[in-house]
């Protein structure tokens, strides 16, 4: 069975950063576009970032563009998520989505887009 696993959340006041990691199991990594999806309290889960099978093309949210940042290593399996200059509206639990098949990274954000989810890591900034 294909796992996802999500790591580098924590707490961390406003102006800081934090780097997640995500690991997926399965030959398709390389091959796929990845993406960081987030959900607050009480809010839906909205697309934070995408990167295409080779980190060669992104796409971000609004609300995060010029602060994060996303970027892969094919090799170990694994995607990032660096996030700076961090705000309180970023606090929420931050999920990996694996496996985009729909071939690229739509600023849309559609979560059908990905077969395979992440428990999640929570990111809390205080202010």
């Known amino acids: 069975a294909v796992q996802v696993l999500e790591s580098g959340g924590g707490l961390v006041q406003a102006g800081g950063s934090l780097r997640l990691s995500c690991t997926a199991s399965?030959?398709?990594?390389?091959?796929?576009?990845m993406g960081w999806f987030r959900q607050a309290p009480g809010k839906e889960r909205e697309g934070v970032a995408c990167?295409?099978?080779?980190?060669?093309?992104?796409v971000f949210a609004d609300s995060v563009n010029g602060r994060f940042t996303i970027s892969r290593d094919n090799a170990k399996k694994t995607v990032y998520l660096q996030m700076n200059n961090l705000e309180p509206e970023d606090t929420a639990m931050y999920f990996c989505a694996a496996r985009n098949m729909a071939g690229y990274c739509r600023e849309s954000f559609i979560r059908d887009d990905y077969i395979y989810w992440g428990q999640g890591t929570q990111v809390t900034v205080s202010s």
């Open positions: 990167s295409n099978y080779s980190g060669e093309s992104t």
């Open positions: 399965g030959s398709f990594f390389g091959e796929t576009a």
